[in-house]
Structure formats: structure tokens, C-alpha cells
């Protein structure tokens, strides 16, 4: 199993040096990917939201070896030719690292603000997905969909992934479908064995009829490390890879946790329980 983190929100804050120090720290400690979650806009609420590409872009500034994902972007809420750009050159800085994570939210408010219509962003968002490996694949692209009218052009440079993989998050029956037809890899939904083990038997229902099989698409567990034992996440990490999940993405996020030190602490104790 492959494990991975969430870059802290608030307490990287508004401190380019921790995000710095928490990034080097996973990569030392050997995870091998880093997620950024997203939220375009939000209320007066006081709490930091880093934008994830643009995060991930400093992130691979400061690191080596470790996969720079989002976990998830709201793909719909973006013009798609703008994030096959950003993700094209995050993937050549980063030299091939990059991975998009993404997911449809469920702001109407967010939707209303940055003038997208929420109720057709599950379709619009498998026609992203198509564009997106278009544009990552083709240095000049001609496309004609409901909502993409592209002639001759393209993004340069190419990214040296092609295409640069794509996860999809979701637990409904529609997204499952969907995942199952296009992405490379599924974030469930809910954080427990129990939640997500059936979910997956559901899934591999979805891939056969999508002529895939189990393996062909990674699947991302996720673990809150937020309480328990080393005992206890490492018997709830084996009932994940017993369910069939591939990745083990874990997440500290909570206010008890105000430093970055903190979550360094937590992730390298459930990696030193991992590897002994």
C-alpha cells in the first residue's frame, strides 16, 4: 500500500516555510504523495484555504520523489483549458509528478459566484476529463462537445506525463459509474472499513461492466489519525488493503492541531508503526 498526507490548512497559514518544512518532512519520512484540498471561495469563516495548484506548484519547488495531488478540485467550477494549463506545467516543473484529483462539490453558492451551472457538473465534468487527456496528449487539439468548442490548438509545453493521471472522489451511484469509465483512480467517501469496503465490492460491479477489472483503477482510502492507537491505524489500514484499496492517504486536519510540528509528529508516528 502506497501512503500519502493532506497538506495542513490553517496551520500552514500564511507561512510559505511551513508548507516548505511539512512537504520535505512527508517526502523524508517516505510518503509518497501529498494532496491539497480545495475550496475556491469561502465565507468570512477565518480559516486558511490554499489554493492546491498553485500550492503543489511550491511544493514541488522544495521537494524530490513525492506525487503533488488535489484531493479534491472542483473541476466544474474551472474553465477546463485553464487547469489542463496549470497541470501541464506543474507536471514539467515538478518533472512528471504531478496527479489531478477531482470532484464536483456542492456549493450552489460557489457555483452562483463564478458563473457555472451546478445542476449539469456531473456531464460537464466527464467532458472535462476527455478534454483535459486531449490536451495533455495532443499538441493541437480540434473538439466539439456541449461545452468545449476547441480548434486547432493546444497547450505548450506538453506535460511529461501523457496524460497526467486523473482521480475522481464520490460515492454515489453516478459517480461510481462514472469512475469506473474514466478515471485512473477513486477517493471514496467516509473515512471507515465499514463505509468504504462495500463500496469498493460495489465499484468492482461497475468496472466489469465497464470491461475493466479490479487493479485497473487505484483506490484511495483515507485514515483520520486524529486519535487512537499505532495498533489501531494499522489494523484499520489492513482492512482497507483487504478491501482492495491501493492508497492510504492520511489526515490530521482538526483545531487541537494548530502547528505544523504537530502534524509532522502525527504522520511520522503512524509511518515508524507502518515500517516496524
Known amino acids: 500500500m502506497r501512503y500519502g498526507v493532506s497538506l495542513p490548512q490553517d496551520p500552514a497559514g500564511m507561512d510559505p516555510v511551513a508548507v516548505r518544512d511539512f512537504a520535505q518532512a512527508a517526502e523524508d519520512l517516505g510518503y509518497e504523495f501529498i494532496n491539497g484540498s480545495d475550496n475556491l471561495l469561502d465565507t468570512d469563516s477565518g480559516n486558511v484555504r490554499h489554493e492546491p495548484i498553485i500550492a503543489n506548484t511550491f511544493m514541488a519547488a522544495c521537494t524530490s520523489k513525492v506525487t503533488l495531488g488535489t484531493s479534491v478540485l472542483i473541476l466544474p467550477e474551472r474553465q477546463t483549458a485553464v487547469v489542463a494549463k496549470q497541470l ?11 496527479r489531478l484529483g477531482i470532484g464536483l462539490g456542492s456549493s450552489e453558492e460557489e457555483y452562483r459566484a463564478v458563473g457555472m451551472d451546478m445542476k449539469t457538473r456531473g456531464r460537464r465534468m466527464e467532458e472535462q476529463i476527455h478534454v483535459l487527456r486531449a490536451f495533455w496528449t495532443q499538441p493541437v487539439v480540434t473538439y466539439k ?6 480548434e486547432g490548438l493546444g497547450v505548450n509545453p506538453l506535460p511529461p ?3 497526467i493521471p486523473i482521480w ?25 472499513v465499514e463505509a468504504v469496503a462495500p463500496a469498493i465490492e460495489q465499484f ?11 487493479g485497473d483503477v487505484a483506490i484511495q482510502a483515507r485514515l483520520r489519525i486524529l486519535t487512537g492507537t499505532p495498533e489501531s491505524w494499522l489494523q484499520a489500514r489492513d482492512g482497507y488493503e483487504a ?5 492510504l492517504g492520511i489526515i490530521i486536519n482538526a483545531p487541537e492541531y494548530t502547528s505544523i510540528d504537530q502534524h509532522i509528529k502525527q504522520i511520522r508516528g503512524f509511518m515508524e508503526a507502518a515500517k516496524a
Open 88 to 98: 501541464a506545467e506543474l507536471d514539467m516543473l515538478s518533472s512528471g509528478r504531478a
Open 243 to 247: 478491501a482492495g484499496a491501493t492508497h
Open 145 to 150: 462537445g456541449r461545452w468545449h468548442n476547441i
Open 204 to 214: 468492482n460491479g461497475y468496472l466489469k461492466d465497464a470491461g475493466r477489472k479490479p
Open 161 to 163: 506525463q501523457r496524460p
Open 168 to 192: 475522481v472522489g464520490g460515492s454515489s451511484d453516478a459517480a461510481l459509474k462514472r469512475i469506473a469509465k474514466l478515471a485512473d483512480g477513486w477517493i471514496p467517501g467516509g473515512f471507515s
